[in-house]
């Protein structure tokens, strides 16, 4: 079946590190994945999406990498800030999986100052 | 655009009772999803509408939980005979046509079943 892993631990990190989230699939030839950040009580915020046929994608601080032959995506925050801290979540889509979006169990990641 | 919003934001209801969640979408996005979300794991799929048709549905939503969207905006969900398994975050989404659109979440109802 289908399995989208992503560290269950939290990762915490210094205040201008690099923080990076890994998340892991199997069973699955994803189209395009996306990431997602969520604040606890809140529902979750996209932030940004990558396809197959692009091995990076940045937009400010934030890049992902989808390397399709790991399995695996990447996602980094540059210069990280306390308030960077939250729960983030991805979910590869397969091109005939509709529009349902599966999610991962999420990073929570803390930025100590 | 005032974001997508859900009412009633915390629910605390007994055992056997229904619940009716309400969910207002961004005004012109044509797609409403459904999610149900419990403590440290990531949102799970439950049901999706284009406009007013519901469009797929997850095979793990019980026959105790009905979904309508009946003008193709607002949308209800509504869970008979509650289960205390069913306490959890139910969290709506919309998002605009098209392929892989990113999906703009709501504040979700938090249900308690004692």
């Known amino acids: 079946s289908q399995k989208i892993e992503q560290n269950s631990e939290a990762l915490n990190i210094q205040e201008g590190k690099t923080a990076t989230l890994t998340c892991n699939y199997t069973n699955y030839s994803p189209a395009y994945l996306q990431w997602y950040r969520q604040d606890p009580g809140r529902g979750p915020v996209f932030l940004l999406l990558?396809?197959?046929?692009?091995k990076e994608k940045r937009k400010e601080r934030l890049k992902v990498t989808f390397d399709t032959t790991l399995k695996q995506s990447l996602f980094h925050i540059t210069a990280s800030q306390p308030a960077d801290s939250a729960t983030y979540l991805c979910a590869p889509l397969g091109a005939n999986a509709g529009n349902m979006l599966t999610f991962g169990g999420g990073t929570r990641l803390m930025v100590k100052p | 655009d005032t974001g997508v919003s859900q009412d009633p934001r915390h629910k605390i209801t007994k055992r056997g009772q229904n619940v009716t969640f309400r969910c207002d979408p961004i005004?012109?996005?044509?797609?409403l999803y459904w999610y149900r979300q419990t403590l440290g794991q990531g949102p799970e799929f439950l049901t999706y509408f284009q406009n007013e048709a519901q469009l797929e549905k997850s095979r793990l939503l019980s026959d105790r939980f009905s979904a309508e969207r009946p003008k193709g905006s607002f949308s209800t969900l509504e869970i008979q005979r509650t289960e205390q398994g069913d306490s959890a975050m139910y969290l709506c989404?919309?998002?605009?046509?098209?392929?892989?659109?990113?999906?703009?979440f709501g504040p979700g109802t938090r249900l308690t079943v004692t």
């Open positions: 005004s012109e996005h044509n797609r």
């Open positions: 989404a919309s998002s605009p046509s098209g392929q892989w659109r990113e999906q703009y």
């Open positions: 990558i396809r197959e046929n692009e």
